[in-house]
């Protein structure tokens, strides 16, 4: 998930995480360099304040050795009591430049040639220089400003060393916090991702920030929309196939007995081309009725059913009303367990299981496969059918190239409930195994 929201596409929260962290790191890293550069001035004080007062401690007592010193000899070397590293350096001079004492690991050079009084700085030493008996003898301390580098590093370093950890932690915290913080917003796209096709009910936006509650409550009033007037058009196509139902029935009754009592060949031949307008009508209706449900709501059912009982019914159906021509052979190596409704079903496969007998080979039987990963198919014999034609199948009142009767509305029913109760329905040609003849997969939503 997360390797999906920082490779993916851009989202609310890489965006946050992005930002809160570079923001963060940002300040921590000005902030430590701010508080590198007042300890850099804070030693540099504390430093030039440590030359003074060595310079001022020891000049007296300089002055008492060099005053005393019987021999008059200049410029001699400090012994030290012991071994140490000197980090401070000092040259006692008088203001000629004439050395009359110095530290024992002071070196003339790294000092400027003429003794001053003050602060002075060379490119290798930071030094300061103290006068006494009227500016006759002046000392000189001298720090390296290498010395002065290392501490300012090591002292940046405590500032800066934490930062390894506590980056990645920021980020971390971050993206955590701004994870937590979307999650009502994560758990609202994923209530609209599992929406079905025809799920058009209002959906929950509790624990919305106020900024997203009135993307919500849009998205709600479009849905309820679009349910008001898919329920108009669906009411419309039910009712008024309904509604033809029973004067198509009965002009259907006339016809026929029309055509019963009449003596005329030529009024029973018009008779006839009547009656098969009429019964066309009727199989239409039957249809829109078909589809209005399709596109209804009501196509998942609460519990799991079997529906491999309901296929068994539905074929020996087809077998008793043409018993002839319905030469169905059902292998069944599974069972249909799925939430899908049990009515749906049965029209889903009505309409697959007539396509193949209207459009497929008269003299093939029809296969109906039904395996054990809850997927059946319906394959026939036949011509086969291009890409372009088999997307083209799915839609309303569209006909391949048969001669067989047919309102070009089965694949369409067949999909709609395919679509809306989660199934998937795939229409390939040649069949799985065959050079010719049209397969219809279903697979049943677990």
Same mark, same amino acid.
């Given at each position: ?19 809160? !962290?570079?923001?963060? *790191?940002? +300040?921590?890293?000005?902030? !430590?360099? &701010? ?43 400090? *012994? ?7 980090? /401070?350096?000092?040259? $006692? ?7 009359? +004492?110095? @530290?024992?690991?002071?070196?003339? @050079? ?13 490119? *290798? ?15 000189? $301390? ?12 090591? &002292? ?15 980020? %971390? ?36 920030? &106020? ?11 479009? +849905? ?7 329920? &108009?058009?669906? @009411? %419309? ?19 026929? #007995? ?8 030529? $009024? ?10 009429? *019964? ?8 829109? =009725? ?37 030469? /169905? ?10 939430? =899908? ?7 889903? =496969? ?26 059946? #198919? ?6 086969? $059918? ?5 997307? #083209? ?35 390939? @040609?040649? !069949? ?15």
């Amino acid at each position: 998930m997360m390797w999906r929201i920082w490779t993916g596409a851009p989202s609310l929260q890489r965006r946050l995480s992005l930002g809160l !962290a570079i923001g963060v *790191t940002a +300040m921590w890293l000005a902030a !430590a360099i &701010a508080a590198g550069l007042v300890i850099r001035e804070e030693l540099d004080e504390a430093y030039d304040s440590a030359l003074q007062e060595t310079a001022q401690r020891l000049l007296p007592l300089a002055v008492l050795d060099i005053v005393e010193r019987s021999d008059g000899a200049g410029g001699r070397r400090v *012994t030290p009591i012991g071994e140490h590293k000197e980090f /401070l350096t000092y040259l $006692v001079r008088d203001p000629k430049g004439r050395i009359l +004492m110095r @530290s024992h690991d002071a070196v003339p @050079s790294d000092f400027p040639d003429t003794p001053a009084h003050g602060f002075r700085t060379t490119k *290798t030493h930071r030094i300061y220089g103290e006068k006494a008996v009227s500016g006759t003898i002046i000392m000189e $301390v001298a720090e390296t400003l290498e010395h002065r580098r290392e501490a300012a590093i090591e &002292a940046a370093g405590t500032l800066f060393l934490p930062l390894i950890g506590l980056v990645p932690a920021s980020l %971390f915290g971050v993206w955590w916090f701004v994870r937590v913080s979307i999650r009502p917003i994560r758990s609202f796209r994923g209530a609209i991702e599992a929406r079905g096709e025809g799920d058009l009910s209002p959906i929950a936006a509790a624990g919305l920030p &106020a900024e997203i509650e009135p993307i919500a409550d849009a998205v709600n009033r479009l +849905m309820e929309r679009l349910r008001r007037a898919l329920e &108009a058009e669906r @009411s %419309f196509t039910a009712n008024s196939a309904h509604e033809l139902r029973t004067p198509i029935a009965a002009a259907l009754a006339h016809t026929q #007995r029309l055509i019963a009592v009449s003596k005329d060949e030529a $009024v029973r031949e018009r008779g006839h081309q009547i009656e098969e307008g009429l *019964t066309r009508l009727a199989s239409l209706s039957e249809k829109l =009725m078909q589809l209005a449900r399709a596109e209804g709501a009501g196509l998942i059912a609460e519990a799991e059913q079997d529906l491999t009982t309901v296929l068994e019914h539905l074929i020996e159906e087809f077998r008793r009303a043409e018993p002839e021509n319905a030469d /169905l052979r059902l292998v069944a190596n599974g069972r249909l367990v799925s939430h =899908m409704d049990a009515d749906a079903f049965a029209i889903l =496969m009505r309409n697959l299981i007539e396509n193949a007998l209207k459009h497929g080979d008269q003299e093939g039987a029809i296969d109906i496969d039904v395996r054990s990963d809850n997927v059946v #198919r319906v394959v026939n014999g036949g011509p086969i $059918v291009g890409p372009d034609e088999l997307k #083209r199948l799915r839609g309303r009142f569209e006909r391949g190239a048969t001669r067989a009767k047919g309102a070009g509305l089965g694949l369409a029913i067949a999909q709609a409930i395919a679509a809306g109760s989660g199934a998937v329905l795939t229409l390939s @040609s040649p !069949a799985t195994g065959r050079a010719d003849g049209f397969e219809a997969e279903l697979r049943l939503p677990e």
